[in-house]
Nanobody, 127 residues
Framework: QVQPVESGGGSVQAGGSLRLSCTGSPYNYRRCMAWFRQAPGKGREGVAVMYTAANTVLYADSVKGRFTMSQDNSGNTVYLQMSSLKFEDTAMYYC?????????????????????WGQGTQVTVSS
C-alpha cells in the first residue's frame, strides 16, 4: 500500500492557525482518509475523517468548529485547516488511509479502518 505523506506542521501560539496536507494516497471510490493525533503520554485520538467520494466529513467533538478537513479538486491531497488552536492541540498528527467498510455509508473515525499511515507531522501550540 502507498504510504501517505504529511506536511505543514510547526509551532504556533494559542489562537493561531496551521494547515496540514496529506498526499500520496491513490483515489478509490471507497477511500476513507483521516487525521489522527497523539500527544506525549497519551493514546492516539481520531480528529477528522472523510469519505472522499462523497466529500463527507466527521469530526471529533474536541475540534468541531475549529478544524476543517477538505480535499483538492484532483482528490490527491487532503487538508486539515486548524484554527483557534489550543495548547491541548499539541501532538503528532498522522494522516491515514483506508476503505469504507462493507455496508457503510460513512467512514468511521476508528483506527481499525486505516491500514496505511504516514510518519506524522508535529504541531506545537504555545500558551
Amino acid at each position: 500500500q502507498v504510504q501517505p505523506v504529511e506536511s505543514g506542521g510547526g509551532s504556533v501560539q494559542a489562537g493561531g492557525s496551521l494547515r496540514l496536507s496529506c498526499t500520496g494516497s491513490p483515489y478509490n471510490y471507497r477511500r476513507c482518509m483521516a487525521w489522527f493525533r497523539q500527544a506525549p503520554g497519551k493514546g492516539r485520538e481520531g480528529v477528522a475523517v472523510m469519505y472522499t467520494a462523497a466529500n463527507t466529513v466527521l469530526y471529533a467533538d474536541s475540534v468541531k468548529g475549529r478544524f476543517t478537513m477538505s480535499q483538492d479538486n484532483s482528490g490527491n491531497t487532503v487538508y486539515l485547516q486548524m484554527s483557534s488552536l489550543k495548547f491541548e492541540d499539541t501532538a503528532m498528527y498522522y494522516c491515514a488511509t483506508g476503505r469504507l467498510p462493507a455496508g457503510s455509508v460513512v467512514c468511521p473515525l476508528d483506527e481499525t479502518t486505516f491500514p496505511s499511515w504516514g510518519q506524522g507531522t508535529q504541531v506545537t501550540v504555545s500558551s
